[in-house]
């Protein structure tokens, strides 16, 4: 390849960045701008989409926004796994006293809470960590009245469901109207959708856990106790173990394209977030109170 024809290979590369950048608007408008998507600034004549509003926001942003926008990315990428799992080491497991119906073991897993039968949980749990589990139930304001009144209970399941769809309605929403998203450009719902395909490493688990415990009831149980894993899956078969790393991978990827949010933005994002986990275990917490009641578990 000549010189000249080098050049305008690299042309045909460059001549579509140069022209983003001439027609984006103005830098005060666009790189400090919280909450205001991409389709409500004007591009020039040629219009525009979110990977210019992208293009704008970051090739017009000086170093010190630049390395904003990086450690707020960072904080995004670590978001789901700290809320979901990690923050909820010894809360996500849920004493129940028979087995749970497949489908509901399912919804159960993927909303982030791990329910555990007396039989499974007596490798981890020594026997008063039962009774504390038990008690915590029996007093706690958040569990105590569905486990006195059915009518309660069918109540709590019914709001906590409520709670959830409202917050998946306002992350949708945030996700829309503030971000400036890598993979958000061709779905711009995608980390809502994120949160709905825990349902599939969730099935992985459901269908490897019974062939996984029953393996282990084979061996001798010389474990000692200890606690529950913070992570989804630790001590399952590997398939479950596989599944679960490549959702929150994933996740990472997804949560940390959300790029050039201000602080605001994030502090939102937080605080979505925050509510979408903790309507999340609420719900499942409800749904096994409402099904299998966990207190009679230690009988």
């Not at 004493?95 to 039989?119: F, K």
């Not at 569905?146 to 309605?169: D, E, H, P, Q, T």
Request: charged share 15%; aromatic share 10%.
């Amino acid at each position: 390849m000549s010189v000249p024809q080098q050049l305008l290979f690299l042309l045909a590369f460059v001549a579509p960045l140069a022209t983003a950048q001439q027609t984006c608007p103005d830098p005060s408008e666009i790189v400090y701008s919280p909450f205001k998507p991409w389709f409500q600034f004007d591009y020039g004549p040629a219009g525009g989409d979110c990977w210019t509003g992208a293009i704008c926001t970051l090739g017009q942003a000086d170093a010190a926004r630049n390395q904003q926008f990086a450690a707020t990315a960072l904080v995004m990428g670590i978001l789901p796994i700290i809320l979901r799992d990690i923050a909820w080491p010894e809360r996500r497991a849920v004493l129940i006293s028979s087995q749970l119906p497949p489908l509901v073991e399912l919804l159960v897993r993927a909303l982030g809470l791990d329910p555990m039968t007396r039989e499974s949980v007596s490798s981890q749990w020594a026997e008063e960590d039962v009774h504390r589990w038990v008690e915590w139930v029996r007093t706690s304001p958040i569990a105590g009245a569905g486990v006195k009144s059915r009518l309660i209970i069918r109540i709590l399941v019914a709001v906590s469901l409520f709670v959830l769809l409202v917050a998946y309605a306002a992350l949708a929403l945030i996700e829309i109207y503030s971000k400036r998203s890598a993979l958000g450009c061709v779905y711009p719902v995608i980390a809502l959708t994120w949160c709905v395909v825990a349902l599939a490493p969730a099935a992985v688990h459901v269908l490897f856990k019974n062939y996984w415990n029953r393996r282990r009831a084979r061996k001798e149980e010389n474990e000692s106790s200890g606690r529950p894993s913070a992570v989804q899956g630790a001590d399952e078969a590997w398939p479950v173990q596989f599944a679960w790393a490549i959702y929150y991978i994933v996740g990472t990827l997804v949560f940390t394209s959300i790029m050039a949010i201000t602080p605001l933005e994030l502090f939102v994002w937080v605080v979505v977030m925050s509510i979408v986990t903790g309507a999340s275990k609420m719900l499942a917490l409800y749904v096994c109170l409402m099904l299998r009641n966990p207190a009679t578990a230690h009988a």
